[in-house]
């Protein structure tokens, strides 16, 4: 999904099947990557030199009942990257960010059905890092990819060996005290076959601004001979493949 003006990356692909096949890296459902303007920052006094600060937050979903339980171990640290926001996507720094927070969702429901039996776990952690940049022209992508989805996705092809990136894009100079918006909610991870399925995802934006919301591609990053890479991919990103009949703006079965 995105906003107008407000380039916030959310992508949660559906857990629509269980597969019994593993592969070394499977593990993750989705995420979504945020910043917030947190004030200036005196970076020098001589010569004086003021930079805006932003807190990065990165939220990952990881599959607790079917992905791999070394892969779940390993997304802690993240690694964040920090490039330029356009060509050639400059390089400006990369970290390693521990977890402040890592939950078990509690099992949210979609349709007429009720609680479907259904065996799932979803764990959420969220990772949090404050950078002070300099103004920039062009403003900043900042990055995060992982391998790999979880085996249980069914409409890409090969979740098991295919990785994501999470990013979002903090703006010029010119716009230093922009936020992003940020969902209220997550969708649900039960859904009744066949019924109609409505997906609440109003969001919130600090800055007032209007917002349209669309569909767009999952993004690729990472594989499986770079699990976690340090410094993350930069831009641009590829995209996955979705299986026959399905698409960006078409993604459930």
């Not at 937050?57 to 920090?82: H, K, M, R, W």
């Not at 295919?162 to 997550?186: D, E, L, Q, R």
């Not at 410094?231 to 079965?253: E, G, Q």
Request: aromatic share 12%; net charge negative; charged share 15%.
């Amino acid at each position: 999904m995105y906003f107008a003006r407000k380039v916030t990356c959310y992508v949660l692909l559906f857990l629509l099947c269980i597969n019994a096949h593993h592969l070394f890296a499977s593990h993750l459902i989705g995420g979504e990557m945020t910043y917030k303007y947190k004030g200036d920052s005196i970076v020098s006094l001589s010569p004086l030199k003021i930079w805006p600060k932003y807190e990065i937050t990165l939220i990952i979903y990881e599959d607790c009942q079917n992905g791999q339980p070394e892969a779940i171990s390993q997304d802690n640290p993240a690694y964040f990257g920090v490039y330029e926001a356009a060509i050639p996507y400059k390089f400006y720094r990369a970290d390693s960010v521990s977890y402040t927070s890592s939950a078990v969702l509690p099992a949210t429901i979609a349709g007429p059905c009720g609680n479907l039996g259904i065996n799932t776990c979803i764990m959420k952690k969220t990772f949090i890092k404050t950078y002070a940049l300099p103004p920039s022209t062009s403003g900043y992508v900042v990055t995060y990819s992982r391998c790999c989805h979880t085996n249980g996705l069914s409409n890409i092809t090969l979740p098991g060996g295919t990785g994501a990136t999470y990013f979002c894009n903090i703006p010029s100079s010119g716009m230093p005290n922009n936020n992003s918006a940020v969902f209220k909610y997550y969708p649900p991870v039960e859904a009744s076959l066949k019924s109609a399925l409505y997906i609440n995802i109003s969001a919130t934006d600090a800055d007032g601004d209007s917002l349209s919301y669309g569909l767009c591609s999952a993004v690729l990053g990472a594989d499986e001979t770079d699990i976690k890479p340090f410094p993350p991919d930069s831009p641009p990103f590829d995209t996955v493949t979705y299986v026959a009949s399905l698409s960006a703006t078409n993604p459930i079965h």
